[in-house]
């Protein structure tokens, strides 16, 4: 998640955009009823601290997980703009959510998202979408009513060396048994070694 959201940053940069800092926002755990493979919030803030620790810009937000439930994805935007605005005193700062083309494309998937807070996403935050192999995501926001009225406040993220690496192969090559050394920083590969996460039951 750092090194996207770091090459974000970048590609950001490069088209004039001013960024403040990147925040990675772990999942409160009763999310759990939407993805039941999710492992427990400790466990997910702890390797998220120990990724950000060599960023001077990206760090770990506590607030969503520390709230009494899960909370839309919309009202979180929301209150770190809120912190984010008093913390640099500026009341124009905005919160964009930055994410991958499976989230992206999650936006089609029935019941899943209020279309209402797609609208105010994309319309009041705006996307930054990280472009991955085999991802198409010019195309999905053509198709997509909303996207496409909002294509002006989405902007796609161009990384200059392919990187396929995700969450889910991570978690994949730790279950299988198989070196995530390289692919992680080296404390959270530790940390998951050390507290045996992600292995089969």
């Not at 960024?19 to 409160?28: T, Y």
């Not at 995700?166 to 198989?178: D, E, K, W």
Request: aromatic share 8%; charged share 25%; glycine share 6%.
């Amino acid at each position: 998640a750092v090194v996207s959201t770091q090459s974000t940053g970048d590609a950001l940069r490069q088209q004039n955009i001013t960024v403040l800092g990147g925040l990675i926002s772990p999942v409160h755990d009763d999310y759990r009823r939407h993805k039941k493979t999710l492992i427990g919030y400790k466990d997910r803030r702890a390797m998220a601290e120990l990724a950000c620790q060599d960023s001077d810009w990206v760090q770990c937000s506590t607030w969503e997980g520390n709230q009494p439930t899960w909370t839309p994805t919309l009202q979180v935007l929301e209150a770190l703009q809120n912190q984010s605005r008093e913390l640099y005193g500026d009341p124009s700062v905005s919160t964009t959510l930055v994410c991958g083309a499976d989230l992206l494309e999650s936006f089609s998937v029935p019941g899943l998202w209020e279309e209402e807070d797609i609208e105010n996403i994309v319309g009041n935050h705006g996307l930054v979408v990280i472009r991955r192999a085999g991802s198409d995501p010019d195309k999905f926001i053509f198709g997509h009513d909303t996207l496409y009225k909002y294509r002006t406040n989405i902007k796609i993220a161009y990384e200059p060396i392919n990187n396929d690496v995700s969450s889910t192969a991570v978690r994949r090559l730790v279950s299988r048994g198989l070196s995530i050394r390289y692919l992680v920083p080296d404390r959270v590969m530790e940390y998951v070694e050390r507290n045996r996460l992600y292995k089969p039951t």
